[in-house]
């Protein structure tokens, strides 16, 4: 277990050093934040000074190691579009993404389960085509649009969502919640079933085939000839063996989730890390570029992580394996 | 089962809670939105419209423009040349003003502001490039010392933001963020104006709230109705729209041309527009041997006039207005908008769309056959930029020329102009004080260190350099004139740029509101009157 540990742990700096990589050679390709930093009214001679002292004229792996020796120090640069510490800005902005992040999967996650389920029971009934049917609008419709959707209906016609923003937040230490108000509850339906819908839909359908076929393996049977209930079929025997692949799924899930939010974030103007990277982008803020990529990578990897060492843990036949190697 | 019931009821309640709260909005409360937030309260650090506008209703200037264009007094109350030295601007400070916190205002605020400003670090500085010295004269009297005479001085002053010397000391504030030091500094996120609105509270790309400041000096002056200000930037123009649709914000500043008959025809809300101080045109490389993204081996069409004249007359401006614009322009013939000073109606008449002409003159210039170019265009800065680039597109194969579009976004777009990289591209500009002076310094004089950083055309003109210098110094404001006429004259019989044309402002807001429209996009609340 602990060599596992540790050979995953190195496998997890050498993807981080890479998307760093990546990210840095890409910036050059973004375009130039000389304009925006310095507005109309400036000469050739404060382009050339600006350059200069931003680090921007030396070639990038010199940015990219500069940016990392500091990085590991703590010292996540300067946002060249708000003048404050990227750590501090980032800071700020996470709790609403994670906050949109989590309640989605939840969403996702239940409703998943529960229709794919339920699907799976009964595959013939009305409401399992109903079901069936929705949840192809949740895959072929691109999510800004399905969020546009939610807004006309629920705050321009029927007037009883907010269109944008968290509502009012109440702040605990450093992390602000939106869950504690009213308003704030409030703002988050819309943009929380948006962001959830796509994977509500991927989970609902993995379920329902998964249950299909654990219905008809030979186990399900043998219970059934022993004359078990169809509830005690269901939703003991089947329903457990259904949901091993579900949770390496949900697990990935989460990871898109938050990186997903970028759109999300951007119809509903929600005041996550998500928003703040488009804003990055087209101002070349590299530093906040920069450290939001690190950042998401880093989620990515961790969550891998602990999906692998759950997976482990869960299933018994993994566990065993190993346990003969070693032994 | 006690629990999910006890959270259905309690759902509800809230759901309850909220919906009646949502009705109970102050009338005199603006919910404004608009696409972009200020980058910082530091009111020297951004030399940037949504960052400006957000520092006139907390600090204030000396003097500043109404909504109209017209300078007016703000912390000054008259200001002139002085009479004794034609280099120095006497300015005559208001008394009794306070700001925020309570500290008086006077001469050593203006001059450690002025100071300030004029640091490295500061994005305003270019503004005073001309200023050698600022002095107090007694408590309320200020002085500019300029390296000439500056006869435009007051106009470069209108967002030249005045701090408290004393809050930015204690506060460790006096100097402008700086990017080295790696810290940002308390005025980034804290402001003490003398401002109608004091700053209340401020997530950045969030909300930004702001109420009435009681200590105003103008009170009794302007209508200064709005007693609170909520302020949100919403990024994605249908959200922006959906909100003022819904009624959750009464006052947005960018409608996009596509919504504006559906925000018109709503019974609660209204659009007015008025022209924007911005022109939108298309530059040439007129001045290499050589262009490096055209078929023409070993010389430059664009350097030949009548090439460039008939590229001028192919271009079907009502045309752009109407299927692009839809209406929402103003054709241009001249590269500035008509309330700054060196405009003349005849300057912006449209050159008329004759097809055969241009033919004509493609032929004689040898160019019957055509040939190809790319034309560089940004996609998110301008009103349909993108949009306009491909009608020309159109209007430039009908004479032969077969133009590669290359759509990129603003931060990729405009270096290509400031490092000479581009043959055929468009810019917008506008011209914060009013004067053709600005657009030579930056778009007509060569490029050189110090001016026609924006010039990417290549095209250089001693005389009118020369010209274009002694501009800064000409007290004698006919002569001045004269001379801009001049310059304006040649830069049209060059055909240095292409006009397409002058950008509409359009302001949604609900009914009750009444409100000109800034040309600098800027509204200053103080003015703005709710019924």
Not at chain 2, 356 to 361: E, G, N, P, V
Request: charged share 20%; glycine share 6%.
């Amino acid at each position: 277990m602990l060599s596992f540990i540790v050979k995953r742990i190195g496998q997890s700096v050498v993807v981080l050093l890479t998307v760093g990589l990546v990210a840095f050679s890409m910036f050059r390709f973004i375009g130039d934040p000389i304009d925006n930093l310095l507005g109309q009214e400036r000469t050739d001679a404060d382009i050339e000074r600006l350059r200069d002292t931003l680090g921007l004229n030396d070639p990038f792996p010199v940015q990219y190691i500069s940016f990392l020796s500091k990085a590991v120090q703590g010292d996540w640069g300067i946002s060249f579009r708000q003048g404050r510490p990227v750590v501090d800005i980032l800071i700020e902005r996470l709790p609403a993404t994670l906050e949109l992040a989590i309640i989605s999967a939840l969403l996702a996650i239940i409703f998943g389960i529960l229709f794919g389920v339920y699907t799976a029971i009964r595959p013939k009934g009305w409401l399992t085509n109903i079901i069936l049917t929705v949840s192809l609008v949740g895959v072929s419709l691109p999510t800004f649009l399905i969020g546009i959707l939610l807004i006309y209906i629920f705050a321009v016609e029927l007037g009883v969502l907010p269109s944008f923003g968290r509502g009012e937040v109440v702040q605990i230490g450093w992390w602000s919640t939106g869950l504690l108000t009213a308003s704030g509850i409030q703002a988050l339906i819309l943009p929380a079933i948006t962001l959830g819908l796509y994977q509500m839909t991927l989970i609902m359908r993995l379920v329902r085939s998964e249950m299909v076929e654990t219905l008809q393996s030979d186990f399900i049977r043998f219970a059934r000839a022993r004359g078990l209930t169809e509830r005690t079929i269901n939703f003991r025997h089947a329903i457990k063996n259904t949901l091993l692949p579900v949770i390496t799924i949900i697990g990935l899930q989460l990871g898109s989730i938050i990186a997903f939010a970028i759109i999300t974030e951007t119809v509903f103007q929600w005041p996550g890390v998500g928003l703040l990277f488009i804003d990055s982008i087209q101002f070349v803020d590299i530093p906040v570029m920069a450290s939001y990529l690190m950042l998401i990578s880093i989620l990515f990897v961790l969550i891998n992580f602990i999906v692998d060492i759950l997976y482990f843990i869960i299933d018994p036949r993994l566990r065993d394996r190993r346990a003969r190697h070693t032994g | 089962m006690k629990f999910p019931q006890k959270l259905i009821s309690t759902c509800s309640l809230v759901t309850l809670i909220v919906m009646a709260s949502a009705s109970v909005v102050s009338a005199k409360t603006l919910n404004w939105a608009r696409a972009g937030d200020s980058l910082t309260m530091d009111p020297h650090a951004q030399n940037e419209g949504p960052t400006h506008t957000l520092a006139h209703q907390v600090y204030e200037p000396l003097v500043m423009r109404d909504m109209t264009g017209k300078i007016v007094p703000a912390l000054a109350t008259q200001w002139e040349p002085s009479k004794t030295n034609p280099n120095v601007w006497t300015f005559k400070l208001r008394e009794g003003v306070k700001f925020h916190d309570g500290a008086e205002f006077d001469s050593e605020d203006v001059v450690f502001s002025f100071n300030r400003a004029m640091t490295k670090d500061s994005d305003m500085k270019e503004l005073l490039s001309s200023v050698k010295t600022v002095r107090a004269n007694g408590k309320y009297g200020f002085e500019i010392e300029t390296d000439g005479p500056n006869p435009i001085m007051p106009a470069n002053l209108t967002n030249l933001f005045i701090m408290d010397k004393g809050w930015a000391e204690k506060n460790n504030a006096v100097k402008v963020q700086d990017f080295e030091g790696g810290e940002e500094t308390f005025a980034a996120r804290n402001a003490n104006g003398t401002g109608p609105y004091v700053l209340k509270s401020r997530v950045p790309d969030s909300k930004t709230v702001l109420e009435a400041f009681d200590g105003y000096w103008g009170k009794g002056q302007f209508p200064l109705q709005i007693t609170q200000i909520n302020y949100t930037p919403i990024k994605n123009a249908a959200t922006r729209v959906a909100a003022l649709l819904s009624g959750e914000v009464n006052f947005i500043q960018d409608v996009p041309v596509q919504d504006l008959a559906r925000v018109a025809s709503d019974a609660k809300l209204k659009v007015i527009k008025a022209p924007q101080n911005r022109t939108i045109f298309f530059g040439l490389n007129q001045g290499d041997k050589d262009l490096t993204s055209d078929n023409v081996e070993g010389k430059n069409p664009f350097a030949d006039r009548r090439v460039r004249e008939a590229m001028m007359i192919a271009i079907n401006r009502q045309a752009i207005k109407k299927v692009v614009m839809r209406d929402q322009s103003f054709e241009a013939g001249v590269i500035i908008p008509p309330f700054v000073n060196g405009w003349t109606e005849a300057l912006d008449q449209l050159p008329p769309t004759d097809l055969a002409k241009a033919k004509k003159l493609m032929a004689d210039a040898g160019y019957e056959k055509g040939f190809s170019v790319q034309l560089d265009c940004p996609n998110d800065r301008y009103i349909n930029d993108e949009a306009i680039c491909q009608a020309a597109v159109g209007m430039m194969a009908q004479i032969g020329i077969k133009v590669n579009l290359d759509a990129k976004p603003k931060a990729q777009h405009f270096p290509l102009i400031n490092n000479l990289k581009t043959d055929f591209y468009m810019l917008g500009w506008g011209v914060p004080p009013y004067d053709s002076e600005y657009v030579f310094n930056f778009l007509v004089h060569s490029k050189s260190p110090k001016r026609g950083s924006w010039n990417g055309t290549r095209y250089s003109n001693a005389d009118l350099d020369a010209k274009i210098k002694t501009l800064a110094s000409e007290t004698d404001l006919k002569k001045r004139n004269e001379t801009i006429a001049g310059i304006w004259q040649q830069v049209q019989k060059d055909i240095l740029y292409l006009p397409i044309h002058h950008q509409v402002l359009n302001w949604g807001m609900a009914k009750n509101i009444e409100s000109l429209v800034d040309p600098e996009d800027q509204p200053r609340f103080k003015w703005i009157k709710i019924n």
